[in-house]
C-alpha cells in the first residue's frame, strides 16, 4: 500500500519586462544585491520588476484526502498586491488565476501518474 501526505506551499510572484529581456535574476545578480543591502539579506524578489507577489497553499496533500473531482483547491495569499491600477493590475491578477489552475491540473495529473505507477 502506497500513500502519500504532503504540505505544499509554493510562492509566485507576477513580474513585467520588456519583450526578449529576462524577467528573473540570476544566483550572481541575486548575491550581488543582498550584499549592497544592509545586513545582507536576499532581495525579496528574484526579478526586477515585480507587480505582485504571494503563495499558494495546500494544507492537506494526501492520497486519502483526493477531491471528488479531482481539482485540488489552493489556497491564496497574496502577500504583495499589485499598486498600479487599471489594466496592469488586471492582467496581474489573471495571470495569478491563470497559474493556479494551471498548478490544480499539475497536482491532479501527478495523482493520476503517481496511482498508475503504484497500482
Known sequence: LHYFDYFLKLDWEVAITHPGER???TA???IGAAAK???GKAPPSVTRNRLSAGTFKIKEFSSEEVPLDGQWQLAVKVKKPCSIDGELNG???GLQ????EKISRLLSRWVEEYREHWV
Open 28 to 30: 550572481d545578480e541575486l
Open 37 to 39: 543591502q544592509d545586513e
Open 97 to 100: 488565476g491563470r497559474l493556479r
Open 23 to 25: 524577467a528573473y535574476r
Open 91 to 93: 492582467l496581474a491578477e
